[in-house]
């Protein structure tokens, strides 16, 4: 069983550059999130999708665009890095609220670790 | 809004001692809690949840966690920890209604329980 998959698990970029991180989940899941972990800070929400075609901004979105064309995938962008974006990436899915809200729960992909220099 | 508040930023133990991690929450409305464990290096899992019923919850790897709904708490709790236990634990919540952000987890900062020989 795969879950939820992250790629790539390592990355590091210069200041500037751009990437993709990407999500692929085989659990036919509606929704979809991206969180960053960073030492002491928890996970923070960056932007989520509640269906195909569908996101929104979490708690830190800026710096960050995402794009779910395909139900199983949700890919987070940065278009010009910064030091401040280095941290682990961790993305998750649910269900969805049509089987009602108890089971909703979120499952985790194994994280990307991004470094900006 | 709501809140996590993990009161303790590491718990070292030893082996074979009872351990208790301790998580505080505020919220306006009725919420379900979680407790994630993140292995080295790994992603999240979900540990255990409270989503109505008793107040006592069990999960997996012999943890379990009590609701205290007048404390606003939900500490997680292991009568006997094994080396194998040491892991950053997760503590969230997400709110009961239907509608509006009830899909979004809020974590706390983590708690990294090391269990020592």
């Known amino acids: 069983n795969a879950g939820v998959t992250q790629t790539p698990k390592f990355r590091v970029l210069k200041t500037g550059q751009s990437m993709t991180l990407l999500c692929a989940q085989d659990?036919?899941?509606?929704?979809m999130y991206w969180y960053r972990q960073d030492p002491g800070m928890g996970l923070r929400l960056i932007h989520y999708s509640v269906g195909e075609g569908t996101t929104a901004k979490g708690e830190v979105p800026d710096g960050y665009n995402v794009s779910r064309l395909k139900k199983q995938n949700f890919l987070l962008g940065l278009e010009s890095a910064a030091p401040s974006q280095t941290s682990v990436y961790f993305c998750?899915?649910?269900?969805?609220?049509?089987?009602?809200?108890?089971?909703?729960?979120?499952?985790f992909g194994a994280g990307t670790r991004l470094s900006v220099l | 809004a709501q809140s996590v508040t993990q009161l303790d930023s590491q718990v070292p133990v030893f082996e074979e001692a009872p351990v208790e991690l301790r998580c505080n929450y505020s919220?306006?409305?009725?919420?379900?809690l979680f407790w994630y464990v993140q292995y080295p290096n790994q992603g999240l899992q979900l540990l255990l949840k409270y989503l109505s019923g008793s107040t006592l919850v069990k999960g997996i790897n012999g943890f379990e966690a009590e609701f205290n709904k007048s404390q606003t708490s939900f500490h997680l709790r292991k009568p006997s920890v094994h080396i194998s236990d040491t892991a950053e634990y997760f503590c969230?919540?997400?709110?009961?209604?239907?509608?509006?952000?009830?899909?979004?987890?809020?974590f706390g900062k983590g708690t990294l329980l090391t269990v020592n020989p």
């Open positions: 998750a899915s649910s269900p969805g609220l049509a089987e009602g809200i108890a089971k909703n729960i979120q499952y």
């Open positions: 919220s306006s409305v009725s919420v379900y």
């Open positions: 659990m036919n899941h509606e929704y």
């Open positions: 969230a919540v997400t709110d009961r209604h239907s509608g509006g952000s009830n899909y979004k987890l809020t």
